[in-house]
């Protein structure tokens, strides 16, 4: 069995795979129904054992392993892959997750482009430098420790400016709480 892999290894050579095929495909499949696989999954795991065994004859090492042990091996690990593909948990078609969000009404959607434009008009009359670092950590959702690298700045500059910005932003939307 070492010579065929060698052969279908080196010179790709058919007659020697077609003769392993005959010799491992039936075992392969048997084991594979030995372990509870439906008869039609166990042939289509077999034929993909041995079509590996085709692609990666190259890898095979007599020192390491018997061609049986070998192509047993590929099995088996297509076996495992078989059945953890089976128990993914299918998808529940009424999960509360996967259900587009329900259309808002038509005044929650104005009242949100209100607040959106008074909040767009507090943050331009807030200092560029102010209202960079709010853009930075609530935009674009960085850590101020990132904000404080990206600008060059120290962290506690960084959290100053924050704490400037919030203040005038509340004195300015306070009545949006």
Known sequence: MAALMAAIAHDRDRTAFARLFGHYAPRVKSYLRRLNVEERLAED????????????AAQFDPA??????WIFAIARNRFIDTVRRER???????????????????????????IGARVHQAMSALPPDQAEVVALSFLEG????????????????????????????RAVLEDLQ
């Open 64 to 69: 390491k392993a018997s061609a049986g042990t």
């Open 142 to 169: 960085l850590p101020h420790s990132a904000i404080a690298e990206r600008l060059d700045i120290p962290l506690g500059t960084v959290k100053s400016r924050l704490r400037l910005a919030f203040g005038r932003l």
């Open 45 to 56: 795991i077999a034929q993909d054992v041995m079509l590996t065994v085709w692609r990666k």
């Open 88 to 114: 993914r948990p299918a998808l529940d078609p009424d999960e509360p997750m996967l259900l587009p969000e329900a259309p808002r009404p038509a005044d929650d959607s104005m009242a949100a482009g209100q």
